[in-house]
């Protein structure tokens, strides 16, 4: 019986690792996406349904940036030149300074923040962040900051204050910053890429916040299925970050501006019709 419960966690953990690795890169609220899956297969009471589950799976995620963005992200590269390597320790610098604000403002309401995880407000945020990003991308001008390297200080901090949004359920950490990413004046490229990069000390930093809440509490079995997790999270992350710069490249934000308007209906009208059953 032991073994036969095990396997289907790890399915489940195998599906969620998917959706992860897909929905976290992409402005699209890996949240939304988490909370309507695990109700159509009616995940509830499991450790894959855990809080501690659903933020430290995405560490494998994490990696698949750390990966793609090695050399970019390593300031110790043998083959970068000395003026490369001043670079890359100021974009760690900008980064740092955008997490600011998010590690202030989240750590005082991470506790409060979780009473609003339901359908209800991600629905909204789902509706209300597809209609900004059709209106931004409607209003959208020549972009004047290009490149990471050109980006100033300010700037960085400014996109870390619009990340600061995404405490809110259902808002999507990578789509409030790109939000104000290109708001602030950055082309598609820059504010993809550096959502990617903010992911990494803040991402990281939630998911060491719920382990260390937790107690480290997991058994053996919890860890197999947590790990199983990441791993697929990590693969399909490779893939969704790999689509999303190619597709910016080509394309603006407006098709996810609708695909959110239409999940956000789509999870109305699923628990509306739940609500009745």
Same mark, same amino acid.
């Given at each position: 019986?032991?073994?036969?419960?095990?396997?289907?966690?790890?399915?489940?953990?195998?599906?969620?690792?998917?959706?992860?690795?897909?929905?976290?890169?992409?402005?699209?609220?890996?949240?939304?996406?988490?909370?309507?899956?695990?109700?159509?297969?009616?995940?509830?009471?499991?450790?894959?349904?855990?809080?501690?589950?659903?933020?430290?799976?995405?560490?494998?995620?994490?990696?698949?940036?750390?990966?793609?963005?090695?050399?970019?992200?390593?300031?110790?590269?043998?083959?970068?030149?000395?003026?490369?390597?001043?670079?890359?320790?100021?974009?760690?610098?900008?980064?740092?300074?955008?997490?600011?604000?998010?590690?202030?403002?989240?750590? @005082?309401?991470?506790?409060?923040?979780?009473?609003?995880?339901?359908?209800?407000?991600?629905?909204?945020?789902?509706?209300?962040?597809? =209609?900004?990003?059709?209106? =931004?991308?409607?209003?959208?001008?020549?972009?004047?900051?290009?490149?990471?390297?050109?980006?100033?200080?300010?700037?960085?901090?400014?996109?870390?204050?619009?990340?600061?949004?995404?405490?809110?359920?259902?808002?999507? $950490?990578?789509?409030?910053?790109?939000?104000?990413?290109? @708001?602030?004046?950055?082309? $598609?490229?820059?504010?993809?890429?550096?959502?990617?990069?903010?992911?990494?000390?803040?991402?990281?930093?939630?998911?060491?916040?719920?382990? =260390?809440?937790?107690?480290?509490?997991?058994?053996?079995?919890?860890?197999?299925?947590?790990?199983?997790?990441?791993?697929?999270?990590?693969?399909?992350?490779? @893939?969704?970050?790999?689509?999303?710069?190619?597709? =910016? $490249?080509?394309?603006?934000?407006?098709?996810?501006?609708?695909? $959110?308007?239409?999940?956000?209906?789509?999870?109305?009208?699923?628990?509306?019709?739940?609500?009745?059953?």
């Amino acid at each position: 019986m032991v073994i036969i419960i095990l396997f289907f966690e790890i399915i489940k953990s195998i599906v969620l690792g998917v959706v992860e690795g897909i929905t976290e890169w992409l402005p699209v609220s890996s949240t939304g996406h988490m909370i309507l899956v695990n109700e159509i297969i009616n995940n509830k009471g499991t450790f894959t349904a855990s809080d501690l589950y659903l933020y430290v799976i995405q560490l494998g995620a994490i990696l698949a940036v750390v990966t793609l963005y090695f050399h970019k992200l390593n300031p110790f590269s043998p083959s970068k030149s000395a003026e490369e390597k001043a670079d890359t320790w100021k974009m760690w610098f900008k980064v740092l300074i955008a997490c600011v604000p998010a590690a202030v403002i989240g750590l @005082l309401l991470d506790d409060f923040m979780e009473t609003f995880e339901n359908w209800q407000v991600v629905s909204a945020t789902l509706i209300i962040y597809g =209609v900004a990003f059709v209106i =931004v991308e409607r209003l959208n001008k020549k972009a004047t900051v290009n490149d990471i390297d050109s980006m100033s200080y300010k700037t960085a901090f400014l996109i870390g204050m619009f990340q600061v949004l995404s405490i809110i359920p259902g808002t999507s $950490r990578s789509g409030s910053t790109i939000i104000g990413a290109i @708001l602030i004046g950055c082309s $598609r490229t820059v504010a993809a890429e550096f959502s990617f990069f903010l992911a990494i000390p803040v991402m990281f930093g939630v998911s060491l916040l719920k382990i =260390v809440k937790s107690g480290l509490a997991m058994t053996g079995n919890e860890i197999a299925i947590l790990l199983t997790g990441m791993v697929v999270a990590y693969i399909v992350s490779m @893939l969704a970050i790999k689509f999303l710069m190619n597709y =910016v $490249r080509k394309h603006d934000f407006k098709g996810f501006g609708y695909y $959110r308007i239409a999940l956000g209906l789509l999870v109305i009208v699923f628990f509306t019709i739940q609500s009745f059953m």
